[in-house]
């Protein structure tokens, strides 16, 4: 008899987006005709340049003649482009080989499927708030207990507060241990094994700097934890004192993973390319120098079948001089819509953080209002859909997410809505 995987049962937060559309919905049904402005989701809306198109087409092109025609490609990812991605850590002073290098179809496939070469056992940590896949993921793999709705958390995860004190960035001595806590029925003391990172971070825009990041890797040696960091937005970066790899710092290779992505870079979140670093140091309690590295292969290689060689031959053009300075100027683009949506709120009194090194502003709601409530007023009030920072987690509650990835004239046309049209309670 085949039973359901009853974890599923236990998800609550993949309300966010279907809840957010659902009032989208009911709002444009009982407004016919109403423009509606949506600053909600990181999707990005800008065409890919020429010279990275052209790598596209080269691909798509290179199929149809027999001389030039490929299948299945090489296990972890063509070659050369390995290569390109172990020369892109050189330009930020990190050494990595192509070999400990995993092209895959994003990153957030990489991020839900890392944890599988992990025992059950394992405890994780969660920068809270966070995007929502690591939290869910684990979830779903039963290393977690159940949903508490007055916290708005899952037993057996370790979260990390992120405040506003603390500019936004977890503090490694708040999750040294978490007493007490149920994990798989019993109440122990947690420990965290898996800590999960991802800076600059979505929603908030933090970046952690190189001391904070360097107390994660100091706790990650003396535990046996391993660090997984998410770095998709590493390319908005602009302060150079900031880390934009975790192997930036020191003995980082013995104990974290690193996943990035073409997504946010080059507008590559419909073509899927990205990669994963799992570094031939890295081992763990129970594992020798390399072991997780072939584990992850083999994960990858029962699992998956490779990127499209179309969309490989277009990250070679994205990591060429050429297709670097483009993606330049796209990262210049969105940053600019972030610093428009900055100054808009600034100038109304509110609150923002997060657009320096990121395509996303994080805003605190004014008078303390709740992240739901604040977006049904943006809604209404303004037509502006946004994304409640609650949906992210319990210390995002009172904060709003608003994307910085849309058409310039757009997103002024979004502010100047909310700057006429949001009745001022504070
Ligand atoms: C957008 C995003 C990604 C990118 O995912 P892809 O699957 O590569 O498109 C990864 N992590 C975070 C935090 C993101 O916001």
Redesign the pocket.
């Known amino acids: 008899m085949a039973k359901i995987n009853s974890n599923y049962a236990k998800l609550a937060a993949g309300y966010l987006f279907p809840e957010i559309n659902k009032r989208v919905s009911a709002f444009a049904s009982a407004n016919p005709g109403v423009n509606v402005y949506r600053l909600g989701i990181?999707n990005t809306t800008e065409a890919i340049p020429a010279h990275i198109l052209s790598g596209l087409s080269f691909g798509a092109e290179k199929l149809g003649k027999r001389e030039t025609y490929s299948g299945y490609g090489d296990e972890q990812g063509d070659k050369r482009l390995r290569e390109a991605i172990a020369n892109y850590y050189l330009d930020v002073d990190a050494k990595i080989a192509p070999n400990e290098v995993f092209v895959s179809?994003?990153?957030?496939?990489d991020?839900a499927n890392i944890q599988s070469i992990f025992s059950r056992d394992n405890v994780i940590a969660v920068q809270d708030p966070a995007?929502p896949?690591y939290i869910d993921t684990n979830v779903i793999a039963g290393r977690t207990g159940k949903f508490d709705s007055k916290s708005g958390q899952y037993e057996g995860i370790i979260y990390m507060p992120c405040t506003e004190e603390e500019g936004f960035i977890p503090n490694v001595s708040s999750f040294r241990i978490k007493t007490g806590e149920k994990f798989h029925g019993l109440r122990i003391n947690l420990k965290a094994d898996l800590i999960y990172l991802?800076s600059p971070?979505?929603p908030t825009g933090a970046v952690m700097n190189r001391k904070s990041l360097e107390n994660f890797v100091q706790y990650a040696r003396e535990n046996k934890s391993v660090i997984i960091f998410?770095a998709?937005?590493s390319w908005y970066v602009k302060d150079p004192d900031l880390p934009k790899s975790i192997y930036q710092i020191e003995g980082a290779n013995e104990c974290a993973i690193e996943?990035q992505?073409?997504?946010?870079l080059a507008g590559?979140?419909g073509v899927?390319?990205?990669w994963a670093v799992v570094p031939m140091a890295l081992a763990v309690k129970n594992s020798k120098p390399g072991q997780l590295n072939g584990m992850w292969n083999r994960r990858q290689t029962t699992f998956f079948n490779g990127a499209s060689n179309i969309a490989q031959e277009g990250g070679l053009y994205v990591l060429s001089p050429e297709g670097r300075s483009e993606c330049g100027g796209l990262v210049n683009y969105y940053m600019n819509n972030a610093g428009i949506i900055r100054k808009g709120l600034e100038s109304m009194g509110i609150k923002v953080y997060g657009e320096d090194n990121a395509p996303y502003v994080w805003m605190k709601n004014p008078n303390g209002m709740k992240s739901w409530d604040f977006f049904d007023k943006m809604l209404k009030e303004a037509r502006v859909v946004t994304t409640p920072g609650a949906g992210f987690g319990p210390s995002g509650e009172g904060y709003t997410r608003l994307s910085a990835f849309g058409h310039t004239e757009r997103v002024q046309e979004a502010v100047e809505s909310i700057k006429k049209n949001l009745e001022r309670t504070w």
């Open positions: 990181g179809d994003g990153a957030k496939c991020s995007y896949v991802c971070n979505n998410d998709a937005y996943i992505s073409f997504s946010k590559f979140t899927r390319l990205g």
